[in-house]
T-cell receptor, first 113, second 112 residues
Framework: SQTIHQWPATLVQPVGSPLSLECTVE??????LYWYRQAAGRGLQLLFY??????ISSEVPQNLSASRPQDRQFILSSKKLLLSDSGFYLC????????????FGDGTRLSIL | DAKTTQPNSMESNEEEPVHLPCNHSTISGTDYIHWYRQLPSQGPEYVIH???SNVNNRMASLAIAEDRKSSTLILHRATLRDAAVYYC?????????????FGKGTKLTVNP
């Protein structure tokens, strides 16, 4: 069966520090991968998605970037965190075929001080 | 993008059926309707999806109106573990991938 791993579960970082969140999927090949963010009291917002290695689409301009160095690995990064980057970050995957459900990880709760 | 309208909140009693409505009057003819739910401090969980016909799975049933302008998620016997925010999402296919655009959803409270 397929599983998705996301870490760390919680993270406290100072303003201006770098960020690297990692997500890996097991049990499937060539999945579509997604990064979402949920700010406190708000809905989920799609940040990036990827349909293959090295292929990244950005949904909103922001202080973050994403990379997909391997088929089942998706990384969310920032060079210098802002206070507004605080939130609940979720990675998800889906099969490449159309209209497949997305399966979410347990998320990373990021607090910027 | 198709817009959805859901009640902000609903309340149910344990063991009773729950009907969660969603209006999506601007949906296109090929957009599937997906439903997800999110428990507190967890990632969303897929519930069910459909296009035109009613759909059933182990978690719920999905009734889609004939004109596809609305749908209803049916939980046949609510349990305390069903308390969550439920999202109705028309799928947008773009760039070879499906995009989920989450609205505010319906917060379901289940009373014991």
């Amino acid at each position: 069966s397929q599983t998705i791993h996301q870490w760390p579960a919680t993270l406290v970082q100072p303003v201006g520090s770098p960020l690297s969140l990692e997500c890996t999927v097991e049990g499937t090949s060539n999945p579509n991968l997604y990064w979402y963010r949920q700010a406190a009291g708000r809905g989920l917002q799609l940040l990036f998605y990827s349909v293959g290695i090295g292929q990244i689409s950005s949904e909103v301009p922001q202080n973050l970037s994403a990379s997909r160095p391997q088929d089942r690995q998706f990384i969310l990064s920032s060079k210098k965190l802002l206070l507004s980057d605080s939130g609940f970050y979720l990675c998800a995957w889906s099969e490449v075929y159309g209209n497949q459900p997305q399966h979410f990880g347990d998320g990373t709760r990021l607090s910027i001080l | 993008d198709a817009k959805t309208t859901q009640p902000n909140s609903m309340e149910s009693n344990e063991e009773e059926p729950v009907h969660l409505p969603c209006n999506h009057s601007t949906i296109s003819g090929t957009d599937y309707i997906h439903w997800y739910r999110q428990l507190p401090s967890q990632g969303p969980e897929y519930v069910i999806h459909g296009l035109t016909s009613n759909v059933n799975n182990r978690m719920a049933s999905l009734a889609i109106a004939e004109d596809r302008k609305s749908s209803t998620l049916i939980l046949h016997r609510a349990t305390l573990r069903d308390a969550a925010v439920y999202y109705c999402i028309p799928i947008i296919t773009q760039g070879g991938s499906e995009k989920l655009v989450f609205g505010k959803g319906t917060k379901l409270t289940v009373n014991p």
